[in-house]
């Protein structure tokens, strides 16, 4: 039997413009025609236990993971990280990062670092063996998946109308649901967005999600992160576990990937170091890979902070990848990562950066 989704169209127009160098808060307020998240929820589904929890969206990460003095929520498994997965908060919305990606984590459907939560937004999240749903809460309420807003995985992406001339139509034994470019989840969970009553379904089995290629079907919750996929080129009739799905979309699909993924690539190149409301600083990236940069307050810096309480040559910066080296160079008052003082450490996703009176919050760009 399948549960009747009620699907709805909310669509908003959002002033294009160069937000980049303004702060998180400004930045939302820039671009968001409601008011920001204040409030998600977490759920996790792992080994036939689930766990759920509300955590405010403050000015601090807060982190899933192994490590349960440093995580809100517990993560188990040998390739799970002690910090797995950073939820940032970036005034409005919050920015979902893999921390750890020696393990990989599929967000929405796709290998990415980082994905954006917007204000009634929700995420699909798939690590080792467990399943994570992160959802704005702030209504204390959990929308319909027509009612959701599509998560972006770029910050500049914000600033962009996604393409309205596009509809996804699923049809399970005969009852048709629509979306406007959601990610859909099948299950039997009652959190799924297609409900299947029947015990041969798994909690989360399937998944309609967006990739640069195409529309694609996975399926979900093997215990491992699963290789089945199958792109749907137009439409698509196939037996789910003795349930008739078509799929078919409406529109101009490649005009919708365009404007929700960007250029049709999910490419991170940068740490961003958003700045946060009470920053002397602003805002600025660095590549992920190569170089030594020097930030500081002198104009000859790879990064000039206008901070009078940092020093010329306040620290280096040798990015590592997924992680960068931060190194004091000697400066006067110090510089501090998670508010301790730091002479030389590594930083990662969801970390505070304390220069002067200069503050930076680190995720992906």
């Known amino acids: 039997m399948v549960k009747k989704t009620v699907l709805h169209k909310k669509t908003s127009e959002i002033e294009r413009e160069d937000l980049s160098g303004l702060a998180p808060t400004r930045y939302l307020q820039k671009i968001s025609t409601i008011e920001p998240m204040s409030k998600v929820r977490v759920v996790i589904l792992q080994a036939n236990d689930l766990r759920t929890g509300v955590m405010e969206l403050g000015n601090m990460s807060f982190f899933l993971g192994r490590d349960q003095n440093l995580c809100k929520f517990i993560l188990e498994g040998a390739r799970i990280?002690?910090?797995?997965?950073?939820?940032?908060?970036?005034?409005?919305?919050?920015?979902?990062?893999?921390?750890?990606?020696?393990?990989?984590?599929?967000?929405?459907?796709?290998?990415?670092?980082?994905?954006?939560?917007?204000?009634?937004?929700?995420?699909?999240l798939e690590v080792e063996d467990a399943i994570v749903i992160?959802?704005?809460?702030?209504?204390?309420?959990?929308?319909?998946?027509?009612?959701r807003s599509i998560c972006m995985f770029h910050l500049p992406q914000l600033n962009h109308p996604i393409e309205q001339n596009f509809s996804l139509q699923v049809n399970i034994d005969g009852q048709d649901h629509y979306t406007i470019g959601q990610t859909v989840v099948i299950g039997s969970h009652e959190m799924a967005d297609i409900i299947l009553d029947d015990p041969n379904i798994r909690p989360f089995h399937f998944m309609l999600y967006y990739s640069p290629s195409g529309l694609q079907l996975k399926e979900m919750g093997l215990g491992e992160i699963s290789d089945f996929s199958k792109q749907i080129d137009q439409s698509l009739s196939l037996d789910l576990e003795g349930h008739g799905l078509q799929v078919a979309y409406h529109g101009d699909i490649n005009g919708f990937i365009h404007s929700y993924i960007g250029d049709g690539k999910l490419y991170f190149g940068y740490f961003r170091f958003s700045a946060m409301d009470s920053s002397a600083s602003p805002a600025f990236n660095l590549p992920l890979m190569g170089g030594v940069y020097l930030v500081g307050r002198s104009p000859t810096c790879h990064?000039?902070?206008?901070?009078?309480?940092?020093?010329?040559?306040?620290?280096?910066?040798?990015?590592?990848?997924?992680m960068t080296e931060l190194i004091d160079n000697n400066s006067a008052n110090g510089c501090f990562l998670n508010d301790e003082q730091a002479v030389r450490t590594s930083m990662r996703a969801g970390d505070i950066l304390e220069v002067g009176r200069s503050l930076f919050i680190l995720h992906f760009y």
């Open 81 to 124: 990280g002690d910090r797995q997965i950073a939820i940032v908060p970036l005034g409005g919305c919050a920015a979902i990062c893999n921390a750890e990606p020696a393990t990989q984590v599929c967000m929405n459907g796709v290998n990415v670092p980082q994905i954006l939560l917007k204000r009634r937004g929700r995420v699909y």
């Open 134 to 147: 992160i959802e704005d809460f702030t209504d204390d309420d959990v929308h319909n998946v027509g009612e």
């Open 303 to 322: 990064v000039t902070l206008p901070d009078t309480a940092c020093s010329r040559e306040h620290i280096r910066l040798i990015p590592k990848g997924w």
